[in-house]
């Protein structure tokens, strides 16, 4: 009885060591299935329901990254982690962008990191079927006549005209110069989606959304970046900090691709998951309207300092 309780978790590996390994370290909490390759997986997804599904990047046949984007089709309400042992930015891209990763698993993993992330996506997973994307689907502001609301974040003028066309009849885009001008929006709007550009990704990348998800958690987060730092990008994903990326210079297709995704995060959202620093009440978050906390004008002034973008 008990063992039908427990979240289900399906471990994709080739390696038939690190498969018993897995199995080993999450038995105790999950239900595990295990599968050699991405073909094998996709059949057991197709005779059952899993909560989380964990899969290692480099597999013959299939990677990781395609037996994801395939996994999400088959079973859009499992919650998708990936294991890498190396950082290749394109791929980190499509896990992000199509595979619609939660968590990157480095290799060697830390067993307690390890079990802290399956137990954080099967606790999204079990929240997520037992109804909140429906309740939080069915909010005011996404029933509302208008359009859902985005806010661009510090973007040149290349970039936010790309935007405007991109949000044609599916968002209403608002600008921000800087933090300060989109803290004041956050705390005035009811926004779905963030965007925010940056030129490295930088420590204070993840400071900047931290700050914005503190004053509004709910919105999804859309990067647009030239940087090709594949470490970075796993570690705002790790962070849960945001939701897609977008490659500068783009499309408008490609930014309305990612607009659309983050939307739909935003409507299926529970409740949010905040990352560590967040939870914490870390240096880098930034307290609500009305709070006060040593240095955090100090790190406002950063952004309002000149020459900042």
């Not at 510090?154 to 991109?166: E, F, G, S």
């Not at 990348?205 to 940087?227: D, G, N």
């Amino acid at each position: 009885m008990k063992s039908h309780a427990l979240p289900k978790v399906l471990c994709v590996d080739d390696e038939p060591a690190l498969l018993r390994a897995l199995r080993w370290q999450l038995s105790r909490e999950f239900e595990v299935a295990v599968a050699s390759d991405g073909a094998q997986a996709l059949a057991l997804l197709r005779g059952d329901r899993f909560d989380v599904i964990l899969s290692d990047q480099r597999m013959p046949g299939m990677s990781g990254t395609e037996f994801l984007q395939q996994a999400k089709v088959l079973s859009p309400h499992s919650v998708r982690l990936l294991l890498t042992g190396y950082a290749d930015f394109n791929a980190v891209v499509a896990a992000i962008n199509e595979g619609d990763v939660f968590r990157f698993i480095s290799k060697p993993w830390d067993t307690q990191k390890l079990l802290q992330a399956v137990q954080e996506a099967a606790r999204l997973a079990r929240m997520s079927r037992m109804g909140w994307s429906d309740f939080q689907a069915t909010a005011p502001d996404t029933l509302a006549e208008h359009l859902p609301e985005l806010l661009l974040v510090q973007a040149d003028a290349a970039l936010a005209a790309v935007c405007q066309d991109a949000c044609e009849g599916l968002a209403r885009p608002l600008a921000a110069d800087d933090a300060a001008d989109a803290l004041t929006l956050l705390a005035q709007r009811r926004v779905a989606v963030v965007l925010v550009h940056q030129v490295p990704l930088s420590g204070d990348t993840a400071a900047l959304v931290r700050a914005l998800r503190r004053r509004q958690q709910r919105p999804a987060v859309v990067v647009c970046s030239a940087s090709q730092d594949a470490l970075g990008l796993q570690h705002l994903i790790n962070e849960g900090l945001i939701h897609r990326f977008v490659t500068l210079p783009t499309t408008r297709d490609s930014l309305r691709r990612a607009i659309e995704g983050a939307l739909q995060r935003h409507r299926q959202a529970p409740v949010p998951l905040p990352g560590p620093d967040e939870a914490a009440g870390g240096p880098d978050s930034v307290p609500p309207a009305g709070s006060a906390r040593p240095g955090w004008r100090d790190w406002l002034a950063r952004w309002r300092a000149p020459g900042r973008r």
